[in-house]
C-alpha cells in the first residue's frame, strides 16, 4: 500500500472514481487505505460526499464533525456538511453551516440557492423569494432556481389557502439524475440535484433492545427525536420488531413530514411482515421524494421479482448499474433474477385483476 503521503498522493484516484459515480469503490479504497479526518482531510472530504451520494448519512456525518476543525474555512466544505445535516433532519445546524459557506463567498450562486432552498424547509419564505429572485435576476436560465421558487409559491398557497394569479410559476423542467455529475467533490453545493440524489438515512445500530430503548428517548417533538426515532426503526427491523418499526415511522412521519427514510424503514417492515406489496410501494414513495439511490433499485429488483414482472425488475437493475457500476450486490442480483426468470419458464408477465405474488418464489440471497 503506498503511502498517503507519496507523490502518488490518492487524491485524485478518488476524485476520478468519484466523478465516474464509483461510489462505493471509493468507500472500498478508502478503507483498505485506513483514511483518518485528522490525517488525511482531503481524501477523507472525498470520502465523506461519496458517503452522501450511497445516502449514508451517518457516517458522512460523523466524517465531517471530525474534518470541521481542519475544513471549516472551505465553503465547499460547509455547502456538503450543511447539505448532509439537512438530509438527517438537524436544519438548525444545516442553516448555520450555509451561513457560514456564504459569508465566505457571498456570490456563490448554489450555495445561495440550497440556502434559499433550506430557508423554504424552515418556512422562512420572504428571506428564501428574496434570494431565489436575485438568483433568477442575474441568471433567468437558472432552472433549480425556478423549480425552488415553484415550490416556495406553493407553499404560500399552501399556508394561505388563497389563489395568487399573479404569481408566475415555470415549467419545473429536471434531467436526469443519472447525468448528474459535481465537477469535482471539493465544490459540493448540492442544489437540486442534491435533492435528486437522496435516499434513506442510514443509521448506525444499537446495541440494546430497540423496545428497552424507547422508554430512554426525549419526549421532544423535534427533528432530533424523529431522527432518533428512525433509527431505532431500523434497529426494530434487525430485530425483527416489524410492528414497532411502523409504529415509530408513523410517530416520525407527524414530526418530519414526508421523509425519504421513513418510507425505507417502513418498506422494510412490511418485508418482515411478508406484506410485499406494500414493501413495494413504500420504496417508491421514497424513490419519489428523496431520489435514486443505488440501494432502492436493488430491492426494487427483487420485490419486482417475487411479483414476476421480470421485465421491470431487470429495468431497476439497469438503473441501480447507471448509478453505481461498482456497487458489490450488483452481480449477485443480476444472477438471482436470471434464475427467477428461469423458474417462471420465461413466462410473460400478466396484469390479473388483483396483484398476487408469484407461486414459484425465488428464495432470499439465491
Known amino acids: 500500500m503506498s503511502s498517503l503521503t507519496a507523490s502518488n498522493s490518492p487524491d485524485q484516484a478518488l476524485i476520478s472514481l468519484f466523478q465516474a459515480g464509483r461510489y462505493f469503490e471509493v468507500v472500498r479504497q478508502a478503507d483498505v487505505l485506513g483514511l483518518q479526518p485528522q490525517l488525511h482531510p482531503i481524501p477523507c472530504q472525498i470520502l465523506a460526499a461519496s458517503c452522501f451520494q450511497l445516502a449514508e448519512y451517518a457516517r458522512a456525518g460523523e466524517l465531517l464533525e471530525q474534518l470541521e476543525p481542519a475544513l471549516g474555512h472551505d465553503r465547499d466544505f460547509l455547502s456538503l456538511y450543511g447539505a448532509n445535516c439537512r438530509r438527517l433532519g438537524q436544519l438548525d445546524k444545516a442553516e448555520k453551516l450555509l451561513s457560514r459557506a456564504l459569508k465566505l463567498d457571498p456570490d456563490a450562486a448554489q450555495v445561495r440557492n440550497n440556502y434559499a432552498n433550506l430557508l423554504i424547509d424552515l418556512d422562512r419564505l420572504s428571506e428564501a423569494r428574496s434570494i431565489l429572485e436575485k438568483l433568477l435576476q442575474d441568471d433567468p436560465n437558472y432552472k433549480d432556481a425556478q423549480v425552488n421558487l415553484n415550490r416556495l409559491d406553493f407553499r404560500i398557497r399552501q399556508n394561505t389557502s388563497i389563489d395568487f394569479p399573479d404569481l408566475k410559476v415555470g415549467n419545473q423542467a429536471s434531467s436526469s439524475p443519472a447525468d448528474w455529475k459535481p465537477k469535482d467533490p471539493l465544490m459540493l453545493a448540492f442544489a437540486e440535484e442534491e435533492v435528486r440524489q437522496a435516499g434513506a438515512v442510514n443509521l448506525p445500530p444499537l446495541s440494546p433492545s430497540a423496545a428497552a430503548l424507547v422508554s430512554l428517548l426525549p419526549k421532544g417533538e423535534g427533528s432530533q427525536d424523529a431522527v432518533e426515532k428512525i433509527q431505532l426503526a431500523a434497529q426494530s427491523v434487525a430485530e425483527g420488531n416489524a410492528d414497532f418499526a411502523l409504529q415509530l415511522c408513523g410517530v416520525s412521519l407527524e414530526s418530519l413530514g414526508a421523509n425519504a427514510s421513513i418510507y425505507v ?92 405474488i408469484a407461486k414459484s418464489q425465488m428464495k432470499p440471497n439465491s
Open 265 to 356: 424503514n417502513a418498506s422494510d417492515a412490511y418485508v418482515l411482515k411478508n406484506r410485499l406489496l406494500e414493501a413495494e410501494v413504500c420504496l417508491l414513495h421514497a424513490l419519489a421524494i428523496g431520489g435514486p439511490a443505488t440501494s432502492h433499485y436493488l430491492n426494487l429488483v427483487s420485490l419486482a421479482s417475487f411479483r414476476g414482472d421480470i421485465s421491470l425488475a431487470r429495468y431497476y437493475l439497469d438503473q441501480a448499474a447507471g448509478l453505481d457500476p461498482s456497487h458489490p450486490q450488483l452481480q449477485k442480483v443480476r444472477n438471482s433474477l436470471e434464475r427467477r426468470d428461469q423458474s417462471l419458464a420465461k413466462q410473460p408477465y400478466r396484469f390479473e385483476n388483483k396483484w398476487q
